[in-house]
């Protein structure tokens, strides 16, 4: 008897560890009932700026994680009752839905104005790149278009505009094109909007260099 009692105590106190934390490690965490109000807010925010940006197509990615897992984390850190760390990566996440659900806004509208060109021949694309006039007005509208919203205001570490030293090791590593048409970290390909040609995003990076030396 004494055996069975005890086996049902450590049942019980498992399933209270699944309600708090959502389960096993399959399972997305559940935010704590116990939680502060302003770590509740701040993690509903971010939840509903998230989804709606996944919701647009266009969800952040920094470091190895994208916004949805860094969510989790956060729900984790409150959880574990380190709610300055919650409330700081809620706002990171709040604020990165927001701007993915700005972009993919640019994206649509930007979609139907750059289509012409990006079913423009290869020939005629090489006859624009050799025009350095024309490339470089065509840089400056593309990355207005496309890129202006990030790299404006430097958000989730992109160089700013005219950034000399952000943009010095960049341009030395020599692969400012590769990673603007493929994308790297929280930078989706071509700016998230696959509609522009691979010409029409070498003019913008090379609008943002000329810009930046």
Not at 23 to 47: D, H, Y
Not at 172 to 200: H, I, Q, R, T
Request: glycine fraction near 10%.
């Amino acid at each position: 008897m004494k055996h069975k009692c005890l086996l049902a105590v450590t049942l019980a106190v498992g399933l209270v560890g699944c309600a708090t934390t959502g389960g096993g490690s399959g399972e997305k965490p559940t935010l704590s009932s116990s939680a502060k109000p302003e770590t509740k807010a701040a993690i509903t925010a971010a939840e509903t700026a998230n989804n709606a940006a996944k919701a647009a197509g266009f969800e952040w990615f920094w470091g190895t994680k994208s916004a949805s897992k860094h969510l989790e984390d956060a729900i984790k850190a409150a959880n574990k009752g380190d709610d300055a760390a919650a409330v700081k990566l809620a706002k990171k996440i709040e604020l990165a839905g927001i701007e993915g659900q700005k972009q993919a806004e640019v994206a649509k509208t930007a979609g139907p104005k750059f289509a012409q060109s990006a079913a423009k021949p290869a020939k005629t694309a090489s006859k624009t790149a050799a025009t350095p006039t024309k490339s470089g007005d065509n840089g400056s509208k593309v990355y207005s278009s496309a890129c202006a919203t990030c790299h404006d205001a430097g958000i989730a570490g992109s160089p700013k505009l005219g950034d000399k030293a952000a943009w010095v090791p960049r341009i030395a590593a020599g692969k400012m094109y590769e990673v603007a048409l493929k994308g790297k970290g929280g930078m989706p390909a071509k700016g998230g909007n696959p509609s522009l040609s691979d010409a029409d995003v070498k003019a913008a990076v090379d609008y943002m260099v000329a810009s930046s030396k």
